[in-house]
Structures are given as structure tokens and as C-alpha cells.
């Protein structure tokens, strides 16, 4: 049984950080491209961030990069989302995603196989 468990979010002021985790279980993690997703109120699921099988290369959407980083154990099959400068435009619930096309900077979330639950982060003027 597939499992993507998100655990870390929460709520923050702007310019804090948090900490998002993804335990996955159920499928060889490290044979698969991982990617973290939000999704705000009244809005689509957009992009945030993926990392390759291996983690050698990430990809992330333009409204994050150089605030989080995004990064996987394979030994302990997780990945996680650090999240710097947080603003309260990165409200949102967060996803993580499971894609079996280990390669490449897939930014669709049709391509993704699995999803977690998700966790609320909150970020207040």
C-alpha cells in the first residue's frame, strides 16, 4: 500500500522558516522523481519544487527559488521542503508527489503518480 505521509507544517510569521517532511512507503522511493505542490484557497494546485531520483538535480517555480530548497534520503525514504523568507503569499496546503519518471524537470501534477494528504502552512503579516 502506497503511503506519502507530509509532517512540519504549521504556522509562522513572515520571514520565518519551516521545515516540511515526506515519508513515503509502499513503492522503491529511490526509483522515483519527487515533487512538492500547494495549493491556496480558491486556487489550482500549482508547482513548487522536484528533485530527481538520485538529488543530483532540482527544479523549482520561480515564486520560490532561492527561499526553499528542496532535498531527499533515500536511505530513510524521505524528502523534504526547506522553507526560508516565508511570505504570506505562500499560504497554502502543501503536497507531496511521487512521479515514476525518475528524470527531468516535471512540472504537471498529471505526471505524478502518488500524492500525500497534505499539510496546512499558514503564514501571518
Known amino acids: 500500500q502506497v503511503q506519502l505521509v507530509e509532517s512540519g507544517g504549521g504556522l509562522v510569521q513572515a520571514g520565518g522558516s519551516l521545515r516540511l517532511s515526506c515519508a513515503a512507503s509502499?513503492?522503491?522511493?529511490?526509483?522515483?522523481?519527487m515533487g512538492w505542490f500547494r495549493q491556496a484557497p480558491g486556487k489550482e494546485r500549482e508547482f513548487v519544487a522536484r528533485i530527481i531520483w538520485s538529488g543530483d538535480s532540482t527544479y523549482y517555480a520561480d515564486s520560490v527559488k532561492g527561499r526553499f530548497t528542496i532535498s531527499r534520503d533515500n536511505a530513510k525514504n524521505t524528502v523534504y521542503l526547506q522553507m526560508n523568507s516565508l511570505k504570506p503569499e505562500d499560504t497554502a496546503v502543501y503536497y507531496c508527489a511521487a512521479d515514476s519518471s525518475p528524470w527531468g524537470a516535471m512540472t504537471s501534477p498529471i505526471v505524478y503518480e502518488y500524492w500525500g494528504q497534505g499539510t496546512q502552512v499558514t503564514v501571518s503579516s
Open positions: 509502499g513503492f522503491t522511493f529511490s526509483n522515483y522523481a
